[in-house]
C-alpha cells in the first residue's frame, strides 16, 4: 500500500488579515497532483482540516472540492478531527461518502475504528482516531483510570485489541512527546504544553506507521515512523524558513516502511526582511513578486506610514514590527526573572532603574516601602 500523508490544512485562515483562500486551493491541488505522480492509493488527513470549529462557506467548498477530485481519480481519503475542527460539521454526510472511498472520524464514539485494505501482501489495518480529550473517553470505559491525554490514548488503544502481527496504521491527531522531549513547534499552533496534554510516543509501539497531525513541523517523534507531516503552506513567522513538504509512505511486508518527504510549492512564498525603511525602499524588488512579506525595521526615528511605503513596493506586505534601541528597552523591562523570588519594593526598584536610567535612592526606596506597606494593611 502506497498512501500521502497531510494534516493542519487550516482550510478557511486568514493571517494578519489576509484570506487564504486562494492559496489554500493552489496547494490542495499540488497536492493532489502529488498523488496522482506518485500513484497512491490513499491519502490521510490527520486533523485541523479546517481552521474554526464554523468553517465558512468558502472553506466547506474547499475541502469538497479536494475530496471529490481525489475520489474521481479512484484515491481513497481518511479523514479525521482535530482540536480546531467542529465534529458534527466535519461528518455532514460522511456516511453518504463512505460509499464513495471517503471516510471520515470527526465524533469519537469510544472506538478505534478500523478499516482494512488489501494489497500484494496481504492486509493493511488502517485506524482512526480523531482528536481525544480524558473527558472524551472517560464515559466509555469507566472501570479504567483515565487522568491524562496520555491515559486516554492508551486506553482506547488496549481495548482495540491490535494484533502485533499484522500491518497496522494509525491516524491521530495529539501532542506527542518522546520520554519528555517535545517536537519542534511553531508559534502557530494552540499547545498547552507542560501540563497533561501529551501522548508519549510508547503508545502507538503496535503501529507500523502513525500518521500525526497537530504540530506544524514536518519531523518524526521518537521513531522514523511516527511523523507529523506539518503544514502544507506557512502560517505563522517561525515558519518561513521551512519549506513545506507532504509525506508518501510505502508499505511492503511487515517492517518494511518507506517514508519520503516531497516539497510542495506554494503560490505565495513568506519572507521577512529586515532594515531601515530607505534602505528597504530601495530594493530592487520586482512590483509583481507575489511573496507575502513580513517586515522589521530598525529606523530609530518615527517613520511615517511606514505600512503604507512598504505596501507600494511590495504588493503583498503583510506585516510590521519594529526592532531598535527602544523596543529593546521594553523587552528588557518586561523580562524581570525569578519573579517569584523578589518582593514588590525590589522589583519596583527594578522597574524605576529601567525606566529612568538610575538607581532609586534610599530616602525614595523608604517612600516606596512604606506605600507597599499601607497598601498591604488596606487590603487585609
Known amino acids: 500500500m502506497k498512501f500521502l500523508h ?13 484570506d487564504m483562500t486562494e492559496d489554500q486551493e ?34 466547506v467548498e474547499v475541502l469538497d472540492k479536494f475530496i471529490t477530485d481525489l475520489s474521481e481519480k479512484g484515491i481513497s481519503v481518511y479523514i479525521i478531527s482535530g482540536n480546531h ?11 453518504l461518502m463512505s460509499s464513495k472511498g471517503v471516510m471520515i472520524y470527526s465524533n469519537f464514539d469510544g472506538t478505534l475504528r478500523k478499516y482494512t485494505y488489501k494489497d500484494l501482501f496481504g492486509e493493511v489495518n488502517i485506524y482512526m482516531l480523531p482528536f481525544v480529550r480524558p473527558e472524551y473517553v472517560k464515559p466509555y470505559y469507566p472501570d479504567d483510570k483515565i487522568e491524562t491525554y496520555d491515559d486516554a490514548v492508551r486506553t482506547i488503544i488496549k481495548h482495540a485489541d491490535i494484533d502485533r502481527k499484522e500491518r497496522n496504521v494509525l491516524i491521530a491527531h495529539q501532542f506527542v512527546t518522546n520520554s519528555g522531549a517535545e517536537p519542534v ?19 502507538f509501539d503496535c503501529f507500523d506507521y502513525v500518521a500525526l497531525g497537530h504540530i506544524h513541523s514536518a519531523q518524526s517523534i521518537g521513531r522514523d515512523t511516527v511523523r507529523y507531516a506539518g ?36 503560490r505565495r ?24 512579506i513580513y517586515a522589521v525595521l530598525t529606523d530609530e526615528d518615527e517613520v511615517y506610514d511606514a505600512v ?51 538607581e532609586l535612592s ?12 499601607e497598601g498591604a494593611r488596606d487590603i487585609i
Open 269 to 292: 512564498d513568506m519572507r521577512k526582511i529586515k532594515g531601515k525603511l530607505k534602505d528597504l525602499m530601495k530594493t530592487t524588488i520586482s512590483l509583481d513578486d507575489d511573496d507575502y
Open 362 to 373: 534610599e530616602d525614595k526606596m523608604s517612600v516606596v516601602k512604606k506605600a507597599f506597606e
Open 231 to 266: 503544514t502544507p503552506l506557512k502560517y505563522s513567522l517561525s515558519e518561513i524558513q521551512q519549506t513545506k513538504s507532504v509525506t508518501v509512505v510505502s508499505l511492503e511486508g511487515k517492517g518494511s516502511v518507506n517514508v519520503d518527504k516531497i516539497p510542495v510549492t506554494p
Open 308 to 358: 503604507g511605503k512598504l505596501r507600494s513596493i511590495y504588493p503583498n506586505f503583510m506585516h510590521i514590527d519594529f526592532e531598535n534601541s527602544r523596543t529593546a528597552h521594553e523587552a528588557e523591562i518586561h523580562s524581570a526573572e525569578n519573579i517569584d523570588e523578589k518582593s514588590p519594593e525590589e522589583l519596583f526598584a527594578e522597574f524605576y532603574a529601567l525606566q529612568n536610567g538610575v
Open 6 to 18: 497531510i494534516s493542519d490544512l487550516h482550510i478557511g485562515r486568514t493571517i494578519y488579515g489576509y
Open 85 to 95: 475542527d467542529g465534529k458534527e460539521r466535519l461528518s455532514f454526510g460522511s456516511r
Open 185 to 203: 513547534r511553531c508559534d502557530s499552533e494552540q499547545i498547552n504544553v507542560g501540563g497533561i496534554d501529551n501522548v508519549d510516543v510508547s503508545a
Open 26 to 59: 493552489f496547494i490542495l491541488s499540488k497536492i493532489i497532483h502529488t498523488a496522482t505522480v506518485e500513484k497512491v492509493d490513499a491519502v490521510f488527513v490527520a486533523g485541523d482540516v479546517y481552521d474554526k470549529s464554523v468553517p465558512s462557506s468558502n472553506a
